[in-house]
C-alpha cells in the first residue's frame, strides 16, 4: 500500500486537496492528523492530562468555561485551543520552548493514531491512503511514506486565505503563525511532488488526477494483493523502503545544513 505523505503551510490548501483525494473518482481513505491531534487531547486523555501539568498555571484561560464549553465531558473542561495556539505559535524563544513542548505531548499519540488507521486500511485492500500531516517533514514522518506531497501557495494569498479563514486572529497573529512553520522553500527541498494552489479548483483537481493516475499505474491490483497476503514480501518491501527513505532523509538534512 502507497503512503502518501500530504503536507503544506497553514491555510495553503490541505484540507481541499484531502477532499479531492477522498472523492470520486479517486475515493482514497484519508488520516487527518489534525483531526487526530483534537481527539488526543479531548478530557481524560494522557495527552491532555500532561498539556495542564506544562501549561495550565501560566496560561489565563487555557480551560473552557464549564457552561460555555464547545465539546462538554465528564471528565473535564476541554482546552481553549485558540489560547493554546497564542501561547506557543510565534518567533521568541518562549514560543519555541513551549511549541517543542507541546509538540513532545501531542506527536507520539497522532503518530499512535495514524498507525492504527493504516493497519485498518491495509487489511481492507486499499492500493493507497493519505496522511494529511501539516508537521509531515518537521516530525521526520516523512520517511514512511512512498510519496511526499507539498501543497505550496505563494506568501501574501496564504496570509490573506487564513486570516479570511480564521477571522478572529489579527494580521499580526497570522503572521506569527506562518512564521513559525518551517519556511516553504526548505519543504519544497524535502517534498517529492509540488502543487501549486495559487489558481483554480479545477486546476487543483486536474493536478490531483495526473498525480494519481501516475501513481496507480505503478501500483496494478495484483501488487496490492501479494503485499496484502504474502507477509514475508511485505516485510522485506517496507524494510527496503524504509532504509532508502531514512538515508534520502539524512541526505536531504544535511543539504539544508550546508544551506543554512
Same mark, same amino acid.
Given at each position: 500500500?502507497?503512503?502518501?505523505?500530504?503536507?503544506?503551510?497553514?491555510?495553503?490548501?490541505?484540507?481541499?486537496?484531502?477532499?479531492?483525494?477522498?472523492?470520486?473518482?479517486?475515493?482514497?481513505?484519508?488520516?487527518?492528523?489534525?483531526?487526530?491531534?483534537?481527539?488526543?487531547?479531548?478530557?481524560?486523555?494522557?495527552?491532555?492530562?500532561?498539556?495542564?501539568?506544562?501549561?495550565?498555571?501560566?496560561?489565563?484561560?487555557?480551560?473552557?468555561?464549564?457552561?460555555?464549553?464547545?465539546?462538554?465531558?465528564?471528565?473535564?473542561?476541554?482546552?481553549?485551543?485558540?489560547?493554546?495556539?497564542?501561547?506557543?505559535?510565534?518567533?521568541?524563544?518562549?514560543?519555541?520552548?513551549?511549541?517543542?513542548?507541546?509538540?513532545?505531548?501531542?506527536?507520539?499519540?497522532?503518530?499512535?493514531?495514524?498507525?492504527?488507521?493504516?493497519?485498518?486500511?491495509?487489511?481492507?485492500?486499499?492500493?493507497?491512503?493519505?496522511?494529511?500531516?501539516?508537521?509531515?517533514?518537521?516530525?521526520?514522518?516523512?520517511?514512511?511514506?512512498?510519496?511526499?506531497?507539498?501543497?505550496?501557495?505563494?506568501?501574501?494569498? #496564504?496570509?490573506?486565505?487564513?486570516?479570511?479563514?480564521?477571522?478572529?486572529?489579527?494580521?499580526?497573529?497570522?503572521?506569527?503563525?506562518?512564521?513559525?512553520?518551517?519556511?516553504?522553500?526548505?519543504?519544497?527541498?524535502?517534498?517529492?511532488?509540488?502543487?501549486?494552489?495559487?489558481?483554480?479548483?479545477?486546476?487543483?483537481?486536474?493536478?490531483?488526477?495526473?498525480?494519481?493516475?501516475?501513481?496507480?499505474?505503478?501500483?496494478?491490483?495484483?501488487?496490492?494483493?501479494?503485499? #496484502?497476503?504474502?507477509?514475508?514480501?511485505?516485510?522485506?518491501?517496507?524494510?527496503?523502503?524504509?532504509?532508502?527513505?531514512?538515508?534520502?532523509?539524512?541526505?536531504?538534512?544535511?543539504?539544508?545544513?550546508?544551506? #543554512?
Amino acid at each position: 500500500m502507497l503512503l502518501i505523505g500530504l503536507t503544506g503551510g497553514i491555510a495553503t490548501g490541505k484540507s481541499t486537496v484531502s477532499n479531492i483525494f477522498s472523492s470520486p473518482p479517486h475515493s482514497l481513505p484519508v488520516i487527518d492528523a489534525d483531526s487526530l491531534a483534537h481527539t488526543v487531547i479531548l478530557p481524560g486523555t494522557p495527552a491532555y492530562r500532561k498539556i495542564l501539568k506544562n501549561f495550565l498555571s501560566t496560561t489565563p484561560g487555557l480551560l473552557h468555561d464549564p457552561e460555555t464549553d464547545p465539546n462538554p465531558s465528564p471528565l473535564g473542561p476541554s482546552i481553549n485551543r485558540k489560547v493554546l495556539g497564542r501561547r506557543v505559535f510565534g518567533t521568541s524563544d518562549s514560543n519555541k520552548r513551549d511549541i517543542k513542548i507541546l509538540n513532545g505531548i501531542v506527536h507520539p499519540a497522532v503518530r499512535w493514531a495514524i498507525f492504527r488507521g493504516i493497519v485498518y486500511y491495509w487489511l481492507r485492500g486499499y492500493w493507497a491512503v493519505v496522511l494529511d500531516i501539516p508537521l509531515l517533514f518537521e516530525s521526520r514522518l516523512d520517511v514512511y511514506c512512498g510519496v511526499s506531497l507539498l501543497v505550496g501557495l505563494e506568501p501574501e494569498l #496564504q496570509l490573506e486565505r487564513l486570516l479570511k479563514r480564521d477571522s478572529f486572529l489579527t494580521r499580526e497573529d497570522g503572521k506569527n503563525r506562518i512564521a513559525s512553520q518551517m519556511p516553504l522553500d526548505k519543504k519544497i527541498g524535502f517534498a517529492d511532488v509540488v502543487i501549486w494552489n495559487n489558481d483554480s479548483k479545477e486546476e487543483l483537481e486536474r493536478e490531483i488526477g495526473m498525480f494519481v493516475e501516475r501513481y496507480r499505474r505503478r501500483r496494478p491490483w495484483i501488487w496490492t494483493f501479494i503485499m #496484502q497476503t504474502f507477509w514475508p514480501a511485505t516485510g522485506v518491501v517496507i524494510a527496503w523502503r524504509l532504509v532508502g527513505n531514512f538515508l534520502k532523509r539524512r541526505r536531504l538534512d544535511a543539504k539544508a545544513a550546508k544551506q #543554512q
